[in-house]
């Protein structure tokens, strides 16, 4: 035999078997040292072929890897493939040594099947297997494992215990986040944490069915956020023993757990700045709430807390009355079976903090008493929105308001037919607007008793109440701008407008005002002869039942003042006779687009935008009716100093001229005195008496035009 031949084939086969026993496209072995301990490495294994690769090298000392735990090779970005083993098992060990930090945001790509993989052994051993193997825990360094199994859909198994218990910054953060198959959670014994820990640890492992224990007591901030967000498959929480809470500790830490049913109790009554914020967002399977026993509470503690969990019928009591900013902030929002709200014992209201409490609940046929008198910014914006089946409002004692008090409160609550009173005298920005936004089953208004106004304040206060037939009186003479802005829009009930005494105007004060109120036929009086910009605008916008004009004796105009004003109504103005006189002053002052589509889509002739000085004919048969005077004895009275004469029918948005003459043969009578009427009924004109003469004849005469 050829000896040459045969020591070269036995060479040839033990360099065959040594790289049998590293993992495939490696070369370079590395020499292993003394054994230390039992299974001082970390383990992947799967009944298939696969391979694991880092994104990026984000480790600071040595990864090995070795398929039979003696032969190792330097671990590096180009990854590493597991090889079976004599049981038919593939598996792919690593170790490693000199490292505090393993991922740091970079993760592992595992390349395999989903749900084919599992890891087991001492998380530990890839920063340092020697320590490990001594019975030592190695030194992390802030985000030491961060990200490291992220979205590795191929891991169905963690290992049973992530040991260390010095916890650093961010460590675990997001580690097997969106890991779809994964089972089981390990172990996590750490009593003492540390800033973001376990922040989106298990985030969207919709397979997990179980938290692990977590023995803490002492938290710190964000140390569970996000903790086991999106886990569909989660249906039992782990107990949270802790009463003493830190900034976002259980923050969106079981949001859309849509397989639990049960919550945790939660002891705490010192609490902090969110943190319970988010906590059961969208459990969609959660039927009961835990009691929430703290008195004191921090700035958006239970923030969205139960926001959308769809099977909670009874709310847990707050017995809190030392509220703080945003913190009951959609608290039940979107909780469509809560039928049973809870008490509310706070005299005195923070920032927003009933803000969309309630909105969406559509079971909830009765609020809860509010008691507060002292109100904060936003407090009870949209409280009740979206509550279709509440039929009763709390009463609103407070009479000091705060900016968007009560906006949007009651919006969209259709079955609600009777208003609360609102008693304040002195407005503030948007307090009121959009308060009964649809609200169409309202039958009634409040009393709106006001006399100074603020910003907004009744802003689209009843839009789209079609179910209101009587507007509240608005007695306010002082305005604000965007104050009546949309505030009747689409009452499609309303017939008669109430009365605008007011003389000094804002921009934008009765803009769209009684746009679409479809079914309105009486306008009030315009008595403002000093206008500002957008002022009328789209007040009466497709009120198609109207027909009447209301004089409008303004003489300084101001930019689109008048603007589609009157676009889309039954108007018939027309051009030329038969018809009663209309139109804009002679001395009037025009700004730019002060009548821009005034008229346009009526019904008469003229559809466009009127001219100063020029006038119109308005066809409204009746209208205005003829002046008559009084029956009763009332009409003429006089004394030896002055004379009263009364008119019982003057409609509001005329002028109304008194005329006298000596004697009828020559026909000449002299005008004695002109008013712009703004309220329907009776109307006395007085003047001195003039013994002189022996006697007169009087006549009243009434016309849409300035006399």
């Given at each position: 035999?050829?000896?040459?031949?045969i020591?070269?084939?036995?060479?040839?086969?033990?360099?065959?078997?040594?790289a049998?026993?590293?993992?495939?496209?490696?070369?370079?072995?590395?020499?292993?040292?003394?054994?230390?301990?039992?299974?001082?490495?970390?383990?992947?294994?799967?009944?298939?072929?696969?391979?694991?690769?880092?994104?990026?090298?984000?480790?600071?000392?040595?990864?090995?890897?070795?398929?039979?735990?003696?032969?190792?090779?330097n671990?590096?970005?180009?990854?590493?493939?597991?090889?079976?083993?004599?049981?038919?098992?593939?598996?792919?060990?690593?170790?490693?040594?000199?490292?505090?930090?393993?991922?740091?945001?970079?993760?592992?790509?595992?390349?395999?099947?989903?749900?084919?993989?599992?890891?087991?052994?001492?998380?530990?051993?890839?920063?340092?297997?020697?320590?490990?193997?001594?019975?030592?825990?190695?030194?992390?360094?802030?985000?030491?494992?961060r990200?490291?199994?992220?979205?590795?859909?191929?891991?169905?198994?963690?290992?049973?215990?992530?040991?260390?218990?010095?916890?650093?910054?961010?460590?675990?953060?997001?580690?097997?986040?969106?890991?779809?198959?994964?089972?089981?959670?390990?172990?996590?014994?750490?009593?003492?944490?540390?800033?973001?820990?376990?922040?989106?640890?298990?985030?969207?492992?919709?397979?997990?069915?179980?938290?692990?224990?977590?023995?803490?007591?002492?938290?710190?901030?964000?140390?569970?956020?996000?903790?086991?967000?999106?886990?569909?498959?989660?249906?039992?929480?782990?107990?949270?023993?802790?009463?003493?809470?830190?900034?976002?500790?259980?923050?969106?830490?079981?949001?859309?757990?849509t397989?639990?049913?049960?919550?945790?109790?939660?002891?705490?009554?010192?609490?902090?700045?969110?943190?319970?914020?988010?906590?059961?967002?969208?459990?969609?399977?959660?039927t009961?709430?835990?009691?929430?026993?703290?008195?004191?509470?921090?700035?958006?503690?239970?923030?969205?807390?139960?926001?959308?969990?769809t099977?909670?019928?009874?709310?847990?009591?707050?017995?809190?009355?030392?509220?703080?900013?945003y913190?009951?902030?959609?608290?039940f929002?979107?909780?469509t079976?809560?039928?049973?709200?809870?008490?509310?014992?706070?005299?005195?209201?923070?920032?927003?903090?009933?803000?969309?409490?309630?909105?969406?609940?559509?079971?909830?046929?009765?609020?809860?008493?509010?008691?507060?008198?002292?109100?904060?910014?936003?407090?009870?914006?949209?409280?009740?929105y979206?509550?279709?089946?509440?039929?009763?409002?709390?009463?609103?004692?407070?009479?000091?308001?705060?900016?968007?008090?009560?906006?949007?409160?009651f919006?969209?609550?259709?079955?609600?037919?009777?208003?609360?009173?609102?008693?304040?005298?002195?407005?503030?920005?948007?307090?009121?607007?959009?308060?009964f936004?649809?609200?169409?089953?309202?039958?009634?208004?409040?009393?709106?008793?006001?006399?100074?106004?603020?910003?907004?304040?009744?802003?689209?206060?009843?839009?789209?109440?079609?179910?209101?037939?009587?507007?509240?009186?608005?007695?306010?003479?002082?305005?604000?701008?965007?104050?009546?802005?949309?505030?009747?829009?689409?009452?499609?009930?309303?017939?008669?407008a109430?009365?605008?005494?007011?003389?000094?105007?804002?921009?934008?004060?009765?803009?769209?005002?009684?746009?679409?109120?479809?079914?309105?036929?009486?306008?009030?009086?315009?008595?403002?002869?000093?206008?500002?910009?957008?002022?009328?605008?789209?007040?009466?916008?497709?009120?198609?039942?109207?027909?009447?004009?209301?004089?409008?004796?303004?003489?300084?105009?101001?930019?689109?003042?008048y603007?589609?004003?009157?676009?889309?109504?039954?108007?018939?103005?027309?051009?030329?006779?038969?018809g009663?006189?209309?139109?804009?002053?002679a001395?009037?002052?025009?700004?730019?687009?002060?009548n821009?589509?005034?008229?346009?889509?009526?019904?008469?002739?003229?559809?466009?935008?009127?001219?100063?000085?020029?006038?119109?004919?308005?066809?409204?048969?009746?209208?205005?009716?003829e002046?008559r005077?009084a029956?009763?004895?009332t009409?003429?009275?006089?004394?030896?100093?002055?004379?009263?004469?009364?008119?019982?029918?003057?409609?509001?948005?005329?002028?109304?001229?008194?005329?006298?003459?000596?004697?009828?043969?020559?026909?000449?009578?002299a005008?004695?005195?002109?008013?712009?009427?703004?309220?329907d009924?009776?109307?006395?004109f007085?003047?001195?008496?003039?013994?002189?003469?022996?006697?007169?004849f009087?006549k009243?005469?009434?016309?849409?035009?300035?006399p």
């Amino acid at each position: 035999m050829n000896t040459k031949i045969i020591s070269a084939l036995a060479f040839a086969g033990l360099f065959a078997a040594a790289a049998s026993a590293a993992p495939a496209g490696l070369t370079e072995n590395v020499t292993s040292p003394a054994p230390l301990g039992q299974n001082a490495y970390f383990t992947f294994s799967s009944t298939n072929t696969f391979s694991v690769r880092p994104r990026t090298k984000t480790w600071n000392g040595t990864l090995e890897c070795s398929t039979d735990a003696t032969t190792w090779t330097n671990f590096t970005t180009a990854g590493a493939t597991a090889a079976v083993d004599s049981s038919g098992e593939y598996k792919l060990l690593l170790r490693g040594t000199g490292n505090n930090r393993i991922a740091g945001n970079g993760g592992w790509d595992i390349a395999a099947a989903e749900g084919t993989v599992a890891c087991s052994g001492n998380i530990e051993t890839l920063l340092n297997y020697v320590q490990v193997a001594n019975g030592e825990h190695p030194t992390m360094t802030d985000e030491c494992f961060r990200g490291l199994f992220a979205n590795c859909t191929a891991l169905i198994s963690a290992p049973t215990l992530l040991p260390a218990t010095n916890l650093v910054h961010c460590c675990y953060t997001a580690m097997f986040a969106g890991c779809t198959a994964l089972t089981n959670a390990p172990a996590l014994p750490a009593t003492t944490l540390a800033l973001g820990c376990y922040d989106g640890m298990f985030r969207g492992c919709t397979s997990l069915t179980t938290a692990p224990v977590l023995p803490a007591t002492t938290l710190v901030t964000n140390c569970y956020f996000l903790m086991f967000y999106d886990c569909t498959g989660l249906t039992e929480a782990p107990e949270l023993p802790a009463t003493n809470l830190a900034r976002d500790c259980y923050a969106y830490m079981f949001n859309g757990c849509t397989g639990l049913t049960e919550a945790p109790d939660l002891p705490a009554t010192n609490l902090a700045f969110g943190c319970y914020r988010h906590m059961f967002r969208e459990c969609t399977g959660l039927t009961e709430a835990p009691d929430l026993p703290a008195t004191m509470l921090a700035a958006s503690c239970y923030l969205e807390m139960f926001y959308g969990c769809t099977e909670l019928t009874e709310a847990p009591e707050l017995p809190a009355t030392m509220l703080a900013d945003y913190c009951y902030y959609k608290m039940f929002q979107g909780c469509t079976a809560l039928t049973n709200p809870p008490g509310l014992p706070a005299t005195t209201l923070a920032t927003a903090c009933y803000e969309s409490m309630f909105q969406g609940c559509t079971e909830l046929t009765e609020a809860p008493e509010l008691l507060a008198t002292t109100l904060a910014p936003v407090c009870c914006q949209s409280m009740f929105y979206g509550c279709t089946a509440l039929t009763l409002a709390p009463a609103l004692p407070a009479t000091n308001l705060a900016s968007d008090c009560y906006n949007k409160m009651f919006y969209g609550c259709t079955a609600l037919m009777n208003p609360p009173g609102l008693p304040a005298k002195i407005l503030t920005t948007n307090c009121y607007a959009s308060m009964f936004y649809r609200c169409t089953s309202l039958t009634e208004a409040p009393e709106l008793s006001a006399t100074n106004l603020a910003l907004g304040c009744y802003a689209s206060m009843f839009y789209g109440c079609a179910g209101l037939t009587d507007a509240p009186a608005l007695t306010a003479t002082t305005l604000a701008p965007s104050c009546y802005y949309d505030m009747f829009r689409g009452c499609t009930g309303l017939t008669v407008a109430p009365a605008l005494p007011a003389t000094n105007l804002a921009m934008f004060c009765y803009y769209d005002m009684f746009r679409d109120c479809t079914a309105l036929t009486r306008l009030p009086a315009l008595p403002a002869t000093t206008l500002t910009n957008y002022c009328y605008a789209f007040m009466f916008y497709g009120c198609t039942a109207l027909t009447r004009l209301p004089a409008l004796p303004a003489t300084n105009l101001a930019s689109f003042c008048y603007g589609y004003m009157f676009y889309g109504t039954g108007i018939e103005l027309n051009t030329e006779d038969p018809g009663t006189p209309w139109g804009i002053p002679a001395d009037a002052m025009e700004a730019s687009n002060w009548n821009s589509s005034m008229f346009t889509c009526t019904s008469g002739t003229f559809k466009d935008a009127p001219e100063i000085g020029k006038i119109y004919y308005l066809v409204a048969p009746g209208y205005p009716e003829e002046p008559r005077f009084a029956t009763d004895g009332t009409a003429l009275v006089f004394d030896d100093a002055a004379l009263a004469i009364k008119i019982v029918n003057a409609q509001s948005g005329v002028w109304y001229t008194l005329y006298a003459a000596d004697d009828l043969v020559d026909g000449i009578w002299a005008k004695l005195e002109s008013v712009y009427v703004t309220k329907d009924g009776d109307h006395v004109f007085t003047m001195p008496r003039d013994p002189t003469v022996p006697r007169r004849f009087f006549k009243v005469v009434a016309g849409l035009v300035t006399p």
